[in-house]
Nanobody, 122 residues
């Protein structure tokens, strides 16, 4: 248990939008930072966004600023990643993660979801 489950990935044309969800089971997000990362096979994991569950403070990677929005729903114990104006270079497997000291570095996270594929085509 204590797993993170991502959903919402899929195929979309450039300029389109998708919303990813990350739901926690077995525990709440309270006291944690919840982040989104993405990874393409053969490449390093890239930071996308993070939100503090308590404060709501957010941080975004430079490549997605102004296009992606991370948010939380306290009642549903769920974190969302709204992705707008998608580009082909956004294609990757997207992972959500949870950590006491969640930040822009992957080593600040303790728990990881299974990932969901996002593919953007022209």
């Amino acid at each position: 248990q204590a797993q993170l489950v991502e959903s919402g990935g899929g195929l979309v044309q450039a300029g389109g939008s998708l919303r990813l969800s990350c739901a926690a089971s077995g525990r709440t997000f309270s006291g944690y930072g919840i982040g989104w990362f993405r990874q393409t096979p053969g490449k390093e994991r890239e930071f996308v966004a993070v939100i503090s569950w308590i404060s709501g403070i957010t941080l975004y990677g430079d490549s997605v600023k102004g296009r992606f929005t991370i948010s939380r729903d306290n009642a549903k114990n769920t974190v969302y990643l709204e992705m707008n104006s998608l580009k082909p270079e956004d294609t990757a497997v997207y992972y959500c993660a949870c950590g006491r000291k969640g930040g822009s570095s992957s080593n600040t996270y303790d728990y990881w979801g299974q990932g969901t594929q996002v593919t953007v085509s022209s």
